[in-house]
């Protein structure tokens, strides 16, 4: 279960809230029906359920204490970043992974 969100945004695309223009701006090519099934997905579920699911790509993040899924698709720079603190996901949010070439 979700606990809480890192940002703004995320929790409104999980809630269904109405967007500003340049929110929905900020997600550029992100496809929002997908993460937000990613995002219900991630409300249900427990570690062993996402390690059952390929699509997700779900991974820990080296050197850090955050776990990752794929937020639309793998070609997709989209991530849901998260903590797991006692079985549910706290600071949750959508970040855009920048090629840095």
């Known amino acids: 279960m979700i606990k809480s969100f890192a940002d703004l945004l995320t929790e409104k695309l999980f809630l269904g809230s109405e967007m500003t223009r340049k ?3 900020k ?6 029906v997908k993460a937000f099934e ?6 249900e579920a427990d570690e062993k359920s ?13 050197g850090t204490s955050q776990y990752s899924i794929d937020a639309d698709s793998r070609n997709s720079p989209w991530r849901i ?4 603190e006692n079985a549910e ?3 949750v949010e959508l970040v855009r992974i920048e090629d840095p070439h």
């Open 50 to 62: 996402l390690l059952l699911i390929p699509a997700l790509h779900y991974h820990k993040l080296k």
């Open 23 to 25: 929110e929905a701006n």
């Open 81 to 84: 970043t998260f903590q797991w």
């Open 27 to 32: 997600l550029g090519t992100l496809n929002p």
């Open 89 to 91: 996901m706290k600071n």
């Open 38 to 43: 990613r995002l219900a997905i991630l409300n």
